[in-house]
């Protein structure tokens, strides 16, 4: 049964900025115009709810939510609502990976063969080819990008550690950082165990997933893999950006490889790092993602020259599906981007 549009147009909650804000970003970004912009382009593409956070230095200076996480039950979103990532549990699934490289555990250059991968190609497939989304046609040669071939980077994981994606990504990043509110799919109820989760109190905490084009209630996908599963919220979103910034997962030399375009025998820059999608824009470098799934939509946007992160996460597919993000390496395809991006002159 759809969703009568005015009642989930109306609301808009407005949270509390968190106290601490730095000089340069009060005096420079425009959170008003921001609010206007973000919940506009919600209901022009039928997004029920979302929220959305912006962390510079290690504080969030912006945080609000936007419509309902469940419009039959008429609750509200918050900072605190559980989404599903989809694809942004790409970047972490690949953190996890880069950990096992700085280990000497995994070298990027490893044909995947070695782990049982059997994919078609025109070449020798090695495991920096499933993570840059180069592993089809001549292998580092043409970006396509492939939810279906990263995701066989959980045979990769499991081969070298003896351990599943969920238990590593705990050991690795939930459990360190305190994301007490990221988890792999509640509907993987054995996943969400190895990660030492409730999968039934995320299931209560999780919005409603809608389609954009009816918006009727749907349901989630069940899986859980590299390429997509996590659930999380954006102030676990943003902690998980700042502790990259600030060298808790990975080490600098490893980050700048992580956040390095793959690039052609040719010279050729693609769009696409090692998780990351890469970007000049200004002069200044941004790192970015999206994902969608049935029923959820996501984007984060990292500036590190400025130690900066935006989040976006919905519960239908609008906010990311019909911008085609994943052409090629431009971010402001999405007017959700460009809102957050306009506001800091990017």
Not at 37 to 53: C, D, F, I, Q, Y
Not at 105 to 122: G, M, T, Y
Request: aromatic share 8%; hydrophobic share 40%.
């Amino acid at each position: 049964m759809g969703i009568h549009v005015n009642h989930w147009q109306a609301a808009v909650v407005t949270l509390l900025v968190l106290p601490v804000v730095t000089a340069d970003c009060a005096a420079t970004a425009d959170y008003q115009k921001l609010d206007s912009r973000l919940e506009k382009l919600r209901v022009r593409w039928r997004v029920p709810g979302m929220s959305g956070a912006i962390a510079q230095d290690g504080v969030i200076v912006w945080q609000r939510g936007f419509g309902h996480a469940d419009v039959a039950a008429n609750r509200l979103t918050t900072v605190d609502t559980v989404y599903h990532l989809a694809s942004l549990t790409k970047p972490f699934a690949a953190m996890v990976l880069l950990q096992l490289v700085q280990e000497g555990r995994l070298d990027l250059d490893s044909p995947v063969s070695q782990f049982r991968i059997e994919l078609k190609s025109q070449g020798v497939i090695r495991v920096r080819h499933l993570l840059t989304h180069t592993s089809e046609e001549i292998p580092g040669e043409t970006y396509r990008y492939s939810g279906t071939r990263f995701g066989q980077l959980d045979k990769v994981l499991t081969n070298v550690t003896g351990r599943s994606f969920a238990v590593e990504i705990s050991h690795r990043i939930l459990e360190p950082l305190g994301l007490t509110n990221t988890c792999p799919n509640p509907e993987s109820p054995e996943s969400c165990k190895e990660a030492l989760r409730d999968a039934a109190e995320f299931r209560r905490r999780l919005a409603q997933g809608y389609s954009s084009e009816t918006l009727a209630p749907v349901d989630y996908r069940k899986h859980f893999l590299t390429a997509a599963g996590l659930v999380s919220t954006v102030g676990d979103m943003v902690r998980f950006s700042t502790a990259l910034d600030d060298g808790a997962l990975l080490s600098s030399e490893m980050r700048r490889l992580a956040f390095t375009p793959a690039v052609t025998r040719t010279g050729k820059r693609l769009p696409y790092g090692l998780g990351w999608f890469v970007q000049e824009r200004k002069g200044t470098q941004l790192l970015w993602h999206y994902g969608w799934w049935v029923g959820d939509s996501t984007l984060i946007i990292k500036v590190p020259s400025r130690k900066l992160t935006f989040v976006l996460l919905g519960n239908s597919d609008g906010l990311s599906r019909k911008f085609d993000l994943g052409k090629d390496n431009d971010v402001r395809r999405s007017p959700f981007a460009r809102a957050f991006l306009d506001v800091y002159g990017l």
